[in-house]
């Protein structure tokens, strides 16, 4: 596309280099059509004008995301724009609405995880960068809206990433279709688990690739009419079979027979495999094992992946059995026969296998070896049977094991495919289209021709969709297309496809005649198409032809076409596989129609790839198709690494070369006005001013006398060649500028040089004369000071003789002073003594006068105020008198209180003293043991040492004591006797000790028996205090609207009319205190059953009763105590109803006040409070079953369910709960009984006394509340805690349960609200963008209306903002909360920006930044004006979007190092963020440069590692919508809640049970 006329010396062009495909240089002359050229590597070089492209200086070094940017559309535009994009790890680049995705060798999880697919979640294709969810998101949303089938077609030589590319496509469109499959499996999941399946058996190592597929797959997502996944189908087409035969060294085979051979053990034996060099089928080619895979590892893999899909294990022995069967099958060779052209079995190995695949194949040997050996020809006079030669037998043999593998693998996909599940009724498809692309190898063969011929059908459907998209475009812009020619590939499918006349039609004819060799074929092609322009006959080749396919000549090697293309089942084999004993080869081939069987035998391998690829066309044309280019940047499959040669073929392969010829061969340059007008409106400046852009951007075409352009609707749309010449003249007009600038430069460099010397040489005569005056001023200055010194001398001596004098004046003074001063003191003393005597004698008679006038006036005072006590005196007693019988009740209900306390006490001493006396009982008795012991102890050594003294005796005695033994005799008796006594005395003990152990037993278990008896009073001791408590609540209540009632009847009591009702008022308080005192005697009846051990305790505790006959302390009549219980219980149910009437109403009319009651008095939800008042009077908090609390939690669901599309209704109820919630998070506390394992631990009497006080204590608390309320005034801080029962408790998180919906309800409303402006705020208007100012002030006053008006969306925020704001402070919510939702808001503020910017490279421009910027300082003057009382941190809350704005419109990013960047500038970004932001910024004001390269290299290296640590590390920021305070937030947020004198609304201050909340705290 360069011509002469836009190439110009100075010109910064492309030219083509051996090394690096194109390098860039500079023009430095031009002669006639050659041009010499400097390029970067300092090389000069001379190259055609013609073979050299123009570069756009202007382009931004991290390059378009979208390259129908470009300004020039050409082969090194595009490589120069995906290489600098690679070198930043922007790996994906549009071209219009075709993907290409470079693959980086390397894990990037960050871009595919599903917060980036949230963001791509159904924005528009192009917004956002470049990304294939955006395709898939595109995809989807067109079936949705378009109702029509969608493809996405994956295309790129094998390793650039079309799996992988496929797999994350189905991630996404499962993400959107959100319906799991069975057994809790995705149905992307289940399809990328049968992946190991087919690569197992469909995928083989290649030259290129060692994992490459061999067959093409399309994987059908089906939806339902509702846009959810319904089904998925696997389709699979042109499997490469004769890979089971042939294979070229450097590849392999399948991968299955590598595995097979890799088997476990005890498995290979089961198939009899060995080492893959045995068999003839994988030795073929030298390659065994591909690097870093282990086939026995994979090999089990495989298996688990059958099981996951769902075949069974017998299914799979019988797959790996039939594998085998073909290794087997491959080492089967024949020789000649004795007769002529027959066959047989080379040898016994031959035979050996042959017997081995009958086995595995389960048939029989010999009509195996019939059917390899002989064909049988059906005739009309009957059945014919030849002999085959070895050739032809090895041939048939191949055909077998083909068509085996063949079946094989259809059974599979077929397998896979019911496994996931289809869905017939499905309403549309996403297709997604992993296909190989287009190969040339140094030999290609019939394989490659298949495969570039489908590259060749998907290009032509490439091709009509691009210049489709082109001529929307086209229409859409409204301009003339009609002349737009169409660039087809027609010619080369109909050499290759078309019938008769066709390349594969030559073949299947030439396959049809026996005698037909490769030779003949070849010679047949060169006859036919020697006049076709696509098909040539290379030299010196008999064989070989070459095709020219889109993406370049392609010569193939006839020899082998005709054995590749055969493809018909022998009958022999079909009916000997029919009838095998497996029942798994049996399905491989089913019996043959009766039609089928008697037509031709012949089928090609050609005409059945047709139909496939005919079939696949038809699908794709029935739907919309997106295409993704997948591109391999490096053979060595290394990270980092950008070859341009292979990267330029692969362009060319993939179309997208091709795509760009066709784009060029309309209008390959389009620019809105605005980019046009800002890029070449230099060229005449005269046409902006009062004009159009549109006008602007056509008088500037035609003044540059361009032919050919077109105006659009929206853009300019220039033709090839166009565009540089514009920017030729452009170039032009900025070098004549800039020689203008120059001119003015030199000339103001020259007049400063002549001004410095004008002022040097003033300079010098100042000096000069400065000189001069010096040394005058220095005579004048010596001579003054000559006059000074003689001034100074004379002045001291006179001062001198002044001084002296004055001295001696001034102590003549001093001694005259002071005698005048010591007369004065002496006199004023005097005077100061006399008055104070004086002082102290009047004092002394005015007290003594007022004490005896105040004495009689209090004599006076006493008098009347005795007279007046005497009046109020009669009066006390008169009201006494009336309230006698309700003090009567009361002070007898507290001596029965006390009468019980002292019963309990005195039982405590006795239970004491009876331990007592028992432990000195037990103590008297072990110690009279222990000294019978001692006693014991004291005779056995007595015993002993006297016979040791009788031993000693005897030993030592003469032997004359033999004859006098009668004494001896007698002191033996007296021993014995002696010892004799100590045993009886011993035994006695014994029997005693025994004695007292047992009374000690019975004594104890006395006590045990005890210590239960005074468990169970105490435990009737906590329920009668429990009724103590109810009556006194029920004295108290009665006493309180006794006094109301009395005070009403006072303030009345001039009316005779109410005398009556006050009667009737008197004896429903009498029948009260009746009552009250039947339950009182009720409770007083428990203690009186306590069963005693001694009678002289029984005794002591016995209490004679009116209503009781006690006999022999423990008896009662029961006759008449089941009376007297029937007669209670009737009474306490009587009551109990009409509490319970009494109750109900109560609630429902504070329900009703809930509900109609939504003032504020004092900056407090009114219901709130008296609610809370309520349920503190009416002890709800401590009962163990209420229903007031659901009934109170229903009313606010119920109102916030009919008002949660109103934030002022929403904001009233989250006033009112937050207050409640505050108030019984500082009442309530949770009830934490004692177990009863504790409480019998603890059975001290002190410990019973004290619960009481604290009952009675509770009880006068609650008596104190009722008379006066005076329990809550105040701070909440100050009230009493409350021991809360289940109900209050739950209740309470029920209360907050509400207040954290509530509060989401109002962050939701407010978000969603200003979501909309969010969107239009991150990028501003293009009127608001940073131009040159040209013309006159007309323009400049319309640039600033618009960057007014481009304010609009953030002056829109600040008012939501507002109103929210006051809504919230209108129904006094707390500031807490209000700083909690906005710091929320705020933080979504934040990511949303922040986000937008990371993937919108346009939103990282420097006039961009500073829109955004101005927009954040409106937010900072709304946070000020909030205060910080409403606002908090939510300033705070924008550092990410802040910092990152500061970032871009910083000056001097070149300048600053990676430490300054991100400990300075952008703390709180990591090192991803800053990246992406440094490597998307471009400057559109200044033109600036942004990081350099050695901090980005720098970055670069950070982020790898940290990948290898964090492999999920996200650069894009998350919302956070959980609620940001808890209860203890609440309880600390210090709410100024007094509720002494909240005012109840009319409808319960006309109520008296609701009289309590009229009373007020002293």
């Known amino acids: 596309m360069g011509t002469s006329v836009n190439i110009i010396v100075g010109s910064h062009v492309w030219t083509e280099d051996p090394e690096e495909a194109w390098i860039e240089g500079e023009v430095v002359e031009i002669k006639g059509e050659d041009a010499t050229i400097v390029t970067t590597d300092g090389k000069t070089i001379v190259a055609k004008v013609s073979g050299i492209y123009p570069k756009d200086t202007e382009a931004p070094p991290a390059g378009v995301d979208d390259m129908t940017k470009l300004a020039y559309l050409h082969e090194p535009g595009v490589l120069q724009n995906l290489s600098a994009r690679f070198a930043l790890n922007e790996i994906y680049t549009y071209t219009g609405n075709i993907l290409i995705a470079v693959n980086p060798f390397r894990r990037l999880p960050h871009l595919y995880d599903v917060h980036m697919m949230e963001q791509y979640k159904g924005a528009a294709f192009g917004e956002l960068s470049p990304h294939l969810f955006a395709v898939a998101d595109t995809s989807y949303r067109a079936m949705i809206n378009e109702e029509l089938s969608q493809s996405i077609l994956v295309s790129g030589e094998s390793g650039a990433g079309k799996t992988e590319t496929t797999k994350m496509l189905m991630r996404y469109l499962a993400f959107m279709g959100g319906r799991s499959g069975t057994e809790g499996r995705t149905v992307e999941q289940q399809v990328l688990e049968s992946n190991p399946v087919l690569e197992a058996f469909g995928n083989s190592k290649t030259v290129k690739n060692n994992n490459s597929s061999r067959f093409g797959k399309f994987v059908e997502i089906q939806f339902d009419k509702y846009g959810k996944i319904s089904g998925a189908a696997v389709r699979t087409y042109l499997l490469e079979r004769s890979r089971v035969c042939q294979v070229s060294d450097p590849e392999r085979n399948y991968h299955c027979f590598y595995m097979l051979c890799a088997a476990p053990p005890e498995d290979a034996k089961k198939f009899k495999v060995a080492d893959p060099r045995t068999f003839h089928y994988l030795n073929q080619s030298n390659c065994y094992e591909v690097a870093n895979v282990n086939d026995a590892r994979e090999y089990l893999e495989t298996r688990n992946a059958m099981d996951v899909v769902g075949i069974s294990q017998e299914e799979q022995d019988a797959i790996f059995q039939v594998v085998a069967a073909i290794l087997h099958l491959g080492n089967v060779e024949f020789k000649k026969g004795k007769e002529a052209d027959s066959s047989e079995l080379k040898d016994d190995k031959a035979k050996y296998h042959l017997q081995t695949a009958a086995e595995l194949l389960m048939c029989n040997v010999k009509p195996l070896e019939d059917s390899l050996c002989k064909r049988v020809i059906v005739t009309p006079d009957g059945n014919i049977t030849k002999l085959l030669d070895p050739d032809s037998a090895a041939l048939s043999r191949d055909a077998l094991a083909k068509t085996i593998y063949s079946r094989l693998f259809d059974w599979i996909v077929d397998k896979i495919n019911s496994s996931i599940g289809q869905d017939p009724n499905a309403v549309n498809i996403i297709g997604v289209l992993d296909i190989y692309g287009f190969e040339s190898f140094k030999v290609n063969s019939f394989e490659q021709l298949c495969i570039n011929l489908t590259n060749e059908k998907l290009q032509q459907h490439f091709n009509q969709h691009v210049f489709k998209m082109e001529q929307e475009e086209y229409t859409r812009e409204e301009i003339n297309w009609s002349y737009v020619e169409f660039v087809d590939n027609q010619d080369v499918l109909d050499l290759i496809e078309k019938k008769p006349g066709g390349i594969i039609a030559l073949l299947d004819e030439a396959c049809m005649f026996p005698k037909s060799t490769h030779e003949t074929f070849a010679q047949k092609m060169y006859q036919t198409y020697k006049n076709h322009k696509r098909f040539s006959k290379p ?829 919230m402070c209108e129904n006094h919510v707390p500031p807490m909360i209000i700083r909690k939702t906005f710091n929320q808001v705020f933080s979504f503020v934040n990511v949303q920006l922040f986000n937008s910017l990371l993937l919108r490279r346009e939103c990282c421009s420097f006039s961009n930044a500073e829109y955004v910027k101005a927009g954040l300082q409106e937010l900072e003057l709304w946070c000020s004006k909030a205060t910080e009382e409403f606002s908090g941190t939510s300033w705070d809350e924008l550092q990410h979007i802040r910092q990152a704005v500061a970032f871009l419109v910083l000056l001097q990013k070149p300048t600053r190092s990676l430490h300054e960047i991100t400990d300075e500038l952008c703390p709180v970004l990591s090192v991803p963020q800053i990246y992406r932001i440094g490597t998307m910024f471009w400057d559109d004001k200044y033109g600036t440069q942004g990081l350099s390269q050695e901090v980005i290299s720098k970055m670069r290296v950070l982020m790898t590692e940290d990948s290898i640590s964090m492999p999920n590390n996200s650069f894009l920021l998350d919302d956070d919508s959980s609620i940001p305070f808890s209860l203890d937030d609440i309880a600390r947020s210090a709410m100024d809640i007094h509720l002494c004198d909240v005012e109840p609304p009319p409808l319960l201050r006309q109520n008296s049970e609701f009289h309590f909340l009229l009373q007020r705290a002293e």
């Not at 006693?935 to 033999?962: C, Y």
């Open 539 to 1367: 030299k010196l080749s008999r064989t070989d032809f070459t095709i020219n396919h889109y993406a370049g000549d392609v010569t193939y090697q006839a020899d082998q076409f005709l054995d590749k293309n055969k493809d018909y089942v022998v009958a022999e084999h079909q009916a000997l596989l029919n009838n095998s004993d497996c029942p798994f080869v049996a399905t491989l081939f089913p019996p043959l129609s009766e039609e089928t069987s008697k037509s031709s035998k012949f089928s090609s391998i050609g005409t059945r790839f047709k139909q496939q690829l005919q079939a696949l066309m038809e699908t794709l044309s029935t739907t919309e198709p997106h295409y993704i280019r997948c591109v391999k940047p490096n053979t060595v499959l290394k990270p980092g690494i950008f070859e341009n040669f292979n990267v330029l073929n692969q362009l060319r392969c993939g179309g997208v070369l091709e795509a760009i010829r066709i784009s060029c061969a309309g209008y390959p340059t389009k620019r809105t006005f605005d980019e046009f007008i800002y890029r070449f409106g230099m060229l005449t400046p005269d046409v902006l001013d009062g004009s159009d852009e549109k006008t602007a951007s056509a008088a500037i075409c035609d003044r540059m006398g361009l032919k050919g352009y077109q105006i659009g609707k929206t853009k300019v749309f220039l033709r090839a060649g166009q565009m540089a010449e514009l920017d030729a003249r452009r170039i032009e007009v900025l070098a004549n500028a800039a020689k203008r600038i120059q001119r003015q430069i030199r000339t103001h460099l020259t007049r400063r040089e002549f001004i410095a010397l004008r002022k040097a040489s003033i300079n010098l005569q100042k000096l000069w004369r400065a000189q001069l005056a010096r040394k005058l001023y220095q005579c004048m200055r010596e001579e003054a000071a000559s006059i000074r010194m003689q001034k100074h001398v004379r002045a001291y001596i006179d001062r001198k003789a002044y001084k002296d004098l004055q001295a001696s004046a001034i102590v003549m003074q001093t001694g005259m002073r002071a005698l005048a001063a010591k007369n004065e003191y002496r006199y004023r003393r005097r005077t100061r003594a006399s008055i104070a005597i004086q002082t102290h004698w009047r004092r002394f008679s005015a007290l003594s006068s007022y004490k005896q006038q105040k004495k009689a006036t209090i004599n006076l005072q006493c008098l009347w105020r005795a007279r007046v006590a005497r009046r109020e005196l009669r009066k006390l007693r008169l009201a006494a008198r009336e309230t006698g019988a309700l003090k009567e009740a009361k002070d007898k209900l507290e001596k029965r209180v006390e009468e019980l306390t002292w019963r309990l006490e005195f039982e405590k001493h006795v239970r004491l003293d009876l331990e007592e006396a028992k432990a000195q009982e037990i103590a008297k008795l072990q110690s009279s043991l222990s000294e019978m012991q001692v006693q014991l102890d004291e005779a056995n050594a007595a015993i002993i040492k006297e016979r040791e003294a009788a031993k000693i005796a005897i030993a030592q005695a003469p032997p004359v004591i033999k004859e006098v033994p009668v004494e001896d005799n007698t002191r033996i008796e007296a021993l014995t006797h002696r010892n004799e006594e100590l045993e009886n005395e011993l035994a006695n003990v014994r029997a005693k000790a025994e004695e007292f152990e047992k009374r000690y037993c019975e004594a104890q278990n006395v006590s045990e028996e005890r210590l239960v008896t005074i468990e169970e009073i105490q435990a009737k001791l906590h329920q009668f205090q429990e009724n103590v408590q109810r009556l006194e609540a029920d004295l108290s209540n009665m006493e309180s609207e006794n006094q109301i009632l009395r005070q009403e009847a006072l303030v009345a009591s001039t009316n005779k009319d109410l005398s009556d009702e006050i009667k009737i008022l008197e004896e429903k308080i009498a029948k009260l205190e009746q009552e009250n005192k039947l339950l009182h005697e009720q409770t007083t009846t428990m203690p009186a059953t306590i069963p005693t051990p001694q009678p002289e305790i029984s005794a002591s505790l016995t209490v004679t009763k009116r209503d009781q006959n006690l006999e022999n302390g423990h008896q009662v009549k029961e006759d008449h105590k089941v009376q007297e219980e029937l007669s209670l219980a009737l009474l306490r149910l009587s009551k109990q109803k009409s509490l319970t009437d009494r109750q109900q109403e109560n609630h429902d009319l504070l329900i009703k006040c809930l509900i109609e009651d939504k003032r504020f008095d004092k900056k407090r939800p009114a219901a709130a409070c008296i609610i809370y008042k309520s349920l503190i009077q009416w002890r709800s908090f401590e009962a163990d079953k209420t229903n007031i609390f659901d009934r109170i939690i229903h009313t606010i669901r119920s109102s916030v369910e009919a008002s949660q599309n109103s934030i002022g209704e929403l904001s009233y109820w989250l006033s009112m709960t937050s207050t409640l919630l505050f108030l019984l998070q500082n009442t309530l506390k949770a009830n934490k009984a004692p177990s009863r394992a504790s409480r019998r631990g603890k059975l001290a009497s002190a410990t019973l006394f004290g619960r009481m006080a604290q009952d009675f204590r509770s009880t006068q608390a609650g008596i104190g509340l009722s008379s006066g309320y005076s329990g809550i005034e105040g701070e909440p801080e100050n009230i009493s805690r409350v021991d809360a029962k289940y109900p209050a408790l739950l209740f309470k998180q029920q209360l907050t349960a509400y207040v954290e919906k509530i509060y989401g309800m109002i962050r939701d409303s407010l978000k969603k609200e200003i979501a909309p402006f969010l969107n239009t705020c991150i990028q501003a208007p293009k009127a608001s963008r940073s131009r040159p100012a040209r013309g006159s002030s007309k323009s400049i006053l319309s640039i600033t209306v618009a960057k007014q008006a481009s304010m609009v969306h953030w002056q829109s925020i600040v008012t939501c903002l507002d109103s929210t704001l006051g809504i």
